[in-house]
């Protein structure tokens, strides 16, 4: 069974520059969902994708976009970046079929720094 | 809104001492509860979870109990080993419809020194 991968592991950009992270969900998994985490912080939730759609999103403004695929890997693109968005993001799949929900699970996340 | 409220950190603890890391939440409704570990360099492992009242979840010698009464659900560990040590993320999660983010506390660090 191959988990949750992201890439890349480690990125360096300027503010105002765009950057896509990419993430391979776990296999039969269906759903992805993205979080950001600031050093020393929980993650906070960005949004979630499902059959390709994004289904729900955090409090964060529409510059965070992204994109699901049909075999459910996913994107997340940050345009015009700002020095708080430096984070840890982590990508997370899940199963989800109406009231069903299998746990989240998490990929090793891509270190963004933006100077 | 829905909210999670850890202990503070650190948690600084000798080999084979008890743990527990307080766990507290806010939210409507019946959400599931779970408790995450990250390691250094590392993502976000699912240590356990409860999805109803008084369930208890465990795994590799963690234990947790939703007490909806107090809205907690406490991590313990009877005897901690260096190998434990990483950041304990409680979270809640509600079921179905739209419900379907996790919403965590922000962490609590532990140290366990031989």
């Known amino acids: 069974e191959t988990g949750v991968t992201q890439s890349p592991t480690h990125l360096i950009k300027t503010r105002g520059q765009q950057v896509t992270l990419r993430c391979s969900s776990q296999s039969g998994h269906n759903t992805v969902s993205w979080y950001q985490q600031a050093l020393g912080q929980g993650p906070q939730f960005i949004f979630q994708y499902y059959r390709e759609e994004e289904n729900g999103r955090g409090n964060f403004p529409p510059r965070f976009s992204g994109l699901q695929f049909p075999n459910y890997s996913s994107e997340l693109n940050v345009n015009a970046l700002e020095l708080d968005d430096s984070a840890l993001y982590l990508c997370?799949?899940?199963?989800?079929?109406?009231?069903?929900?299998?746990?989240?699970?998490f990929g090793n996340g891509t270190r963004l720094t933006v100077t | 809104g829905d909210s999670v409220t850890q202990m503070e950190g650190p948690v600084t603890l000798s080999e084979e001492a008890f743990l527990t890391i307080n766990c507290t939440y806010t939210a409507t409704g019946y959400p599931s509860l779970f408790w995450y570990v990250q390691y250094p360099g590392e993502g976000l492992q699912l240590l356990l979870k409860a999805t109803k009242a008084d369930d208890k979840g465990s795994n590799k010698g963690f234990e947790a109990t939703y007490r909806k009464e107090t809205t907690s659900f406490h991590l313990e560990k009877g005897s901690v080993q260096v190998s434990d040590s990483a950041v304990y993320f409680c979270a809640l999660r509600k079921s179905g419809g739209s419900n379907y983010k996790l919403t965590f506390g922000k962490g609590t660090l532990l140290t366990v020194n031989p």
């Open positions: 997370a799949s899940s199963y989800e079929q109406g009231r069903v929900n299998s746990p989240l699970h």
